[in-house]
């Protein structure tokens, strides 16, 4: 799903380079995810990593959760699975790669809205939570999520690479 960007449409220009990272993740999301299959999504390629599938659950869950942020509270699938930074688990069962895929084009167009919808005033709130940029405003929280996402899609794209030895293309 591509999100088309029209900076003459938001209603403030500071979300405007948060916007275009979220934009360019949408692709890049399911870009890393291409020829991955089901059981390679659930390979660990160590002790000390995540599986695939648990990275991409957890972008998506974050992307709720961005939009609970900005003013949008949406139903998030996957409530509860990764709050308090809650660890890969080998006992857990976690959703399927279409499942995933599935809710992420859900959310896409929902964030892309509340993105475009977002006042300067309620940027300027204080953030829901300590984040690493320094800016302790809802903002800031933005900003630093915009970054989280596209971390986490780097390491699908590594994973992507070991294990159908293709590039995640742009």
């Not at 919808?117 to 630093?144: M, Q």
Request: net charge neutral; no cysteine; hydrophobic share 35%.
């Amino acid at each position: 799903m591509e999100m088309t960007i029209e900076t003459t449409k938001t209603k403030t220009p500071a979300i405007y380079p948060s916007l275009l990272i979220f934009k360019l993740n949408n692709r890049l999301f399911l870009n890393a995810l291409e020829g991955v299959t089901e059981e390679q999504s659930k390979i660990r390629i160590s002790e000390h990593s995540n599986p695939l599938i648990w990275i991409a659950a957890h972008t998506v869950w974050a992307r709720y959760n961005t939009l609970n942020f900005l003013g949008n509270p949406t139903e998030n699938p996957f409530k509860g699975r990764f709050d308090n930074f809650k660890p890969f688990d080998t006992k857990e069962v976690y959703p399927t790669l279409e499942k995933v895929k599935s809710e992420w084009e859900k959310a896409s167009p929902l964030l892309k809205e509340a993105l475009h919808a977002v006042t300067d005033e309620h940027l300027a709130g204080p953030a829901p939570f300590k984040n690493p940029t320094g800016d302790s405003t809802i903002g800031g929280t933005i900003v630093f999520l915009a970054q989280h996402e596209s971390y986490d899609i780097g390491q699908m794209a590594y994973l992507k690479k070991y294990f159908t030895k293709e590039a995640m293309k742009y």
